[in-house]
């Protein structure tokens, strides 16, 4: 009876893993926009920390313009990515 | 013979999708990454991956089913399990032993490789790859352990009618949950590290790996802080010693990573928002997986004897090899990878957030060390000179509470100190209001505990929970009037927007809460006293009346349980019920304990010994003040964890690609 059991279970589990070997598929030749996707999403949230933290008197007037011009350039550098 | 047969299949499982996962890729010289050339082979490995987990969960099933079913001819049932023994005791029994404790290592290994290898996330798909490889081989080598030395699944020649039970001490409800939780947090390390790996040999160290990093490293941080606060719990109400933490060989084998780890998960948000600190941070990864692989070679070489150790057995040299391959190939990846892991910024002013992170952090892994060094100097000087020198709790105590305090202040500062400059005097200004909050926190601590030690503790614990609170009002406050909503809106929309941010802060509050309840040892009293059925006697300003003896047998022990009416004057407020059983089985006495909780101090009871015949008893009093805030303040913790997990997660994190621009004109 185990013996039985362990054969079935073998078949199914190795036809599950073999199934993907029989199927045709194509290597993806989409534009990896991964790292620039990450970029932004870090910079949208940081820019909208800055601001809280400016309106609640966290930071100076010119810490906030020289990090919000820092991370407005790397923003930008991402979308930039994003678009071509 | 299922069992087994299911361990080796998900053996050639694991080894089939390392090698296919690796096949499935190619070495691409002109963008000097790998890049998947065969997916179907790939789709085949991560099914590989959920293959071996339906193994081992079918090898987990039939252990489970021989426990519940009482099938004494296997070894491991007969040691762990006895017939009278009740249902969740039965279920948690798979892991009391060396065997059932291997086999749910690779258990929730085989989890977290199934659940990371067929759950598709766009952001993880690059390090799919070759973190495939890391996690099989990890798994081959739990499993072979498993199949080989350690075999769960051994048969006796003569089977018993019955078997020994479990332990006494283990018969807590803390022990359906602890075990799990540990071994979730020490196991799951390995996936940062697989992460880290995939990372460094595909030269993709940038903000999407830490982003991708992070969350697989939350998990064990919180599964690994929830089973250490659970093991505080359980030895708090079974060891019968009256505290929490005993600074045991294991339970520093636990703290160890969790403080690596805890120090990545600030250091890792410097290198997201400044893009430094990347070699530290690959680093920290490594050294958490390495210190995880430690604590279970201590727990399992019986090298160091603790309460929480198995016996003397041959895996040891096994576990040491497994870690000198972790870390010998994780700084040997680091080395090779390290021309690509430049900052891209200068680390900026002294004062300023990233500054304060970089010193925590340092702090963190000082504590680690210091923490290893007191754990392992038992094994250097007895190979210096053949006797063990022990460091015991003063030790750990008088060097770590200082360190303690200091990253209390240094996350205080933190929450206040902005990203790239602050100014001393704005730092100053906006410290006012919660230095003044703590200390009035101070103050009432000094009121109820007329301790200073313990007030002082209680200032620097207020001022981290001040000013957290203090800037998330500042914040709600300042979203308020920018976006023209009412107060209770801005604040939930100020925690919906940045879970991370804020779900840390209330961590922050929960550990500022635990320390407070740390600092209530400092008070701590006991007595002892011997007392007969009908007499009082009075211990921390309570009358204790000893009302009577109940002595009765249940199937698997003999119990003597104590009814003690506890009185203020002639007001009875309250009953307390320790028990001492004696356990056939095992031929050992245990203590049940009873404990009165209050906010102020803990009523901790243990009947220590009883006279069969005059009914004389001996209890073991104990005032244990202030713990109660040390698991409401774990409580906080863990949610505001599982916030920053989980926080905001219906909200589209990623927008289509037209959206970006937009988003960004409008912030």
Known sequence: MDVVVFCVVLLALAAFVARPLYERTNPSRATDHREAVAERDVVVRALRDLEIDRASGAVDEATYEAERALLEDRGTRAVRELDD | MIGRGLLGLAIAFAVYAGIASICAQTY???????????????????????????????????LWYALFSRDFS??????????????????????????????????????????????????????????????????????????GPIDPFTRLDVV????????????????????????????????????????????????????VTRVWAMIPFLALGIGLVLGGAWAYTELGWGGYWGWDPVENAALMPWLVITAYLHSAMVQERRGNLKIWNVFLVTLAACLATFGAFLTRSGLLSSVHTFAQSPIGKWFFVFLAIQAIGGVALLLWRLPDLRGENELGSPVSKEAMFLVNNLVFVGAAAIVLVGTILPLITEVISGQQLQLGPPFFNRVLSPIGAILLLLAAVGTIVPWRRGTIRRVTTRLV????????????????????????VAYVAGLLGA????????????????????????????????????GGYVVHVGVAIMVIGFAGSIGRVQTEVSSKPGENFTFAGTTFHYEKLQQFSVPDKDVNLAVLGLYHGSHRYGTLRPQLNFHRNWDQPQSEIAIRMTPTADLYVILAGVDAQTQASIFRLHRNPLVFWVWLGAVLAFAGGLFALFGGRKRRATPRAPEPARELEAV
């Not at chain 2, 890049?35 to 490995?45: N, Y």
């Open chain 2, 467 to 502: 000013t957290t609170i203090v800037e998330i009002v500042r914040a709600t406050r300042a979203r308020s009037r920018l976006a023209n909503l009412s107060l209770p809106a801005a604040g939930s929309g100020l925690f919906a927007r940045n879970p991370r941010r804020y």
């Open chain 2, 28 to 62: 691409d010289k002109a963008t000097r990454q790998w890049s998947v050339v065969r997916p179907e082979l790939l789709t085949s490995a991560r099914r590989a991956m959920a293959a071996v987990f339906v193994c081992v969960a079918g090898a987990s099933g039939i």
């Open chain 2, 433 to 456: 209001t919660p230095a003044l909050v703590a200390l009035a926190v101070a103050f009432v601590m000094y009121a109820v505990m007329h301790r200073l030690t313990i007030a002082g």
């Open chain 2, 74 to 147: 296997y070894s491991y049932v007969a040691e762990s399990t006895a017939r009278g023994t009740v249902p969740w005791y039965t279920f948690s029994s798979f892991w009391s032993g060396m065997q059932g404790s291997l086999l749910l290592w690779a258990l929730i290994l085989s989890v977290y490789g199934c659940v990371f290898a067929m759950r598709r996330n766009k952001a993880r798909e690059p390090f799919v790859a070759w973190a495939i490889p890391v996690l099989a081989g990890a798994e081959l080598f739990y499993l072979s352990l498993a199949f």
């Open chain 2, 160 to 211: 018993p009618s019955d078997g020994r039970g479990l332990n006494p001490l283990l018969h807590s409800p803390g022990m359906v949950i602890h075990p799990p939780m540990l071994y979730t947090g020490l196991i799951g390390m390995i996936v940062p590290f697989a992460l880290v790996v995939s990372a460094l040999i595909n030269r993709r160290t940038g903000t999407e790996w830490i982003r």
